[in-house]
């Protein structure tokens, strides 16, 4: 009996790929961050968006990250052959991105000329109105993080810490109060994220994937399960498909804690999967 052939509807990875992706929690070494994007207080890898990015579209689909920070995703985008559009409230990291997309057009030639990576400077709780304003295309992927809540407040915060002796790096996104990071209570600022990617929905492809990379968030002594909460909420727009855990083993242990109470490091991402079914 002949075997069927694979079939690949969703991507071009082969079996052996597709499969290695399927695991519930990875690990992740990325190349050292280049100067321009270190500026930024919370971004992710290229390289970890560009794995992502290959096994949730097939090449020239189009990927979205509503607040693209430095533009991680729209450089893994262009590398993997997509196109990318990347909205961002904060014209600094906007320009950042801008400049970023451009040298890696620049490294890619000819192989890139035809593939979009839009940048744009705007709030994504304005999503209609950017699409209508820019004729965007229909979405066939979304990959993002959002802020951590206003955890970049927290002056204990050991990121935080080693950012204080640096002028020239960021210690929180923005002042602007549209800025979600700068949103003080939890549910007010859970309301407008869930709010900012339920409105995405009218513009994706039917059956297209979400990403959302997020932590639970430790403040007063208590946490605030914000992935958890992120998952049950978006759920309700899109079906929740799983978590990916991105579990990170080159943080250096802080003594939390020590000899009085229960204080994790917590070293792990949630990369949260839906789909828009
Ligand atoms: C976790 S960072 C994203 C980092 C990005 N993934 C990268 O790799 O550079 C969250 C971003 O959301 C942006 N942001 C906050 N509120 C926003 C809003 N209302 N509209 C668009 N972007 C916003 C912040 O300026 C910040 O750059």
Redesign the pocket.
């Known amino acids: 009996m002949s075997k069927r052939p694979f079939v690949n509807r969703l991507n071009n990875l082969d079996p052996k790929t597709w499969l290695k992706f399927q695991k519930s929690w990875f690990l992740h070494a990325p190349p050292p961050r280049k100067k321009g994007?270190l500026r930024?207080?919370?971004?992710?890898?290229?390289t970890l968006?560009q794995e992502f990015i290959e096994f949730f579209t097939k090449p020239e689909q189009v990927v979205l990250?509503?607040?693209?920070?430095?533009?991680?995703?729209l450089v893994a985008a262009l590398r993997s052959g997509r196109n990318g559009i990347g909205?961002?409230?904060?014209q600094t990291?906007a320009n950042i991105?801008q400049k970023s997309v451009e040298s890696e057009r620049e490294l890619l030639g000819k192989s890139a000329e035809h593939l979009r990576s839009q940048v744009i400077q705007?709030?994504?709780?304005e999503i209609s109105s950017i699409f209508s304003k820019y004729h965007l295309p229909l979405i066939h992927y979304v990959l993002?993080?959002?802020?951590?809540w206003d955890m970049l407040h927290a002056k204990g915060a050991q990121t935080q810490k080693k950012r204080r002796s640096s002028p020239e790096l960021d210690l929180q996104?923005?002042e602007?109060p549209?800025?979600?990071?700068n949103i003080q209570d939890y549910d007010e600022f859970l309301n407008?994220l869930v709010r900012?990617y339920a409105n995405i929905k009218p513009y994706l492809e039917h059956r297209a994937y979400l990403t959302v990379?997020v932590k639970n968030i430790k403040k007063g002594g208590k946490i605030f399960p914000l992935a958890w909460d992120l998952a049950r909420e978006m759920g309700k727009t899109f079906t929740l498909k799983d978590e990916k855990i991105w579990c990170q083993d080159d943080i250096r242990l802080a003594p939390y804690g020590l000899g009085n109470a229960w204080v994790s490091n917590t070293f792990h991402h949630y990369c949260l999967q839906f789909r828009n079914e």
């Open positions: 994007v930024h207080p919370a971004k992710f890898p290229e968006a990250d509503p607040m693209v920070g430095t533009g991680s995703t909205i961002e409230l904060n990291y991105a705007g709030n994504a709780s993002t993080s959002p802020p951590y996104y923005s602007d549209e800025d979600l990071g407008q900012i990379i």
